[in-house]
């Protein structure tokens, strides 16, 4: 059984740092997309960063440049990590990650809450 957690999360200052992580669990990951998806409250989820099983990556453009996604596979789990730099309190979210086998099926993780002050 696929499971995602997402450790991390929590507050920090404008133009601080914080890093995100998502350990997964129960799948074959090397096959698998995984990325982070964020909630602002009242707004629409939002794509932030995907990486591919060959690692290539693709980033919303409001995290161009600020943010950087990474996997480790290794069997059936794999950790992947969001490193989010100058933040500002637009980044202020529920962060989920995501896994997608690319056979229909799609998986995500609890989410973590990301606020930012000012």
């Known amino acids: 059984q696929v499971q995602l957690v997402e450790p991390g999360g929590g507050l920090v200052q404008t133009g601080g740092s914080l890093t995100l992580s998502c350990a997964a669990c129960g799948g074959r990951f090397r096959v698998f997309t995984m990325g982070w998806h964020r909630h602002p409250t009242g707004k629409a989820r939002e794509l932030v960063a995907g990486?591919?099983?060959?690692?290539?990556?693709?980033?919303a453009e409001f995290a161009k440049g600020r943010f950087t996604i990474s996997r480790n596979n290794v069997g059936t789990n794999d950790t992947m990590v969001l490193q989010m730099n100058n933040l500002t309190p637009e980044d202020t979210a529920r962060y989920y990650c995501?896994?997608?086998?690319?056979?229909?099926?799609?998986?995500w993780g609890q989410g973590t809450q990301v606020t930012v002050s000012s």
């Open positions: 990486i591919n099983p060959d690692g290539l990556t693709n980033y």
């Open positions: 995501y896994a997608d086998d690319h056979l229909g099926s799609s998986y």
